[in-house]
């Protein structure tokens, strides 16, 4: 939806985490067991402040902690309906800013170790 979300729809938009992991969590299949792990986690932050659980640091799964990263530095460079894609260094500015807020500092590390690479494989993906 272009604009901010209401308190109503942000309240149903942050049910998706849980639903999402729900409806993974019955198969079998490893992959989709490890999904609903992701689905579950990946809202959540470094500090304690994101969702559905609340979790902090090393109690959010890594595949989560990965996720959560990946998700923003794609979304900030890209081009939505409501915003314009971010440069690349305002990108690696609001990472490293938010690194230990809502990211695990580690995994920041290591992205701007690999920043280049990053990048090149962004620049092959469309929007």
């Known amino acids: 939806k272009p604009g901010p979300h209401t308190a109503d729809e ?11 992991a729900n409806w993974l969590s019955g198969s079998r299949l490893p992959l989709l067991q490890l999904a609903s792990i992701i689905a579950l986690d990946h809202h959540e932050n470094w ?7 609340g ?5 959010i799964s890594i595949g ?3 996720t959560a ?5 794609d979304a900030l460079g890209s081009k939505r309906c409501y915003k314009l894609a971010w440069d690349d260094q305002a990108i690696r500015d609001f990472i490293a800013q ?3 807020i809502k990211f695990d500092p580690k995994l920041v590390a290591l992205l701007f170790a690999h920043w280049g690479q ?6 092959q993906l469309p929007d």
Do not use: K, N
């Not at 942000?10 to 999402?20: E, N, Q, Y």
């Not at 990053?118 to 620049?123: D, V």
């Open 10 to 20: 942000t309240v149903i938009m942050r049910t998706h985490a849980s639903l999402g």
């Open 98 to 100: 938010q690194s230990g």
């Open 64 to 66: 989560g902690r990965i």
């Open 118 to 123: 990053a990048m090149a494989i962004r620049s």
């Open 69 to 73: 990263l990946a998700d923003v530095f």
């Open 55 to 59: 979790l902090e640091a090393e109690q």
């Open 47 to 53: 500090d304690g402040s994101g969702y559905p659980r």
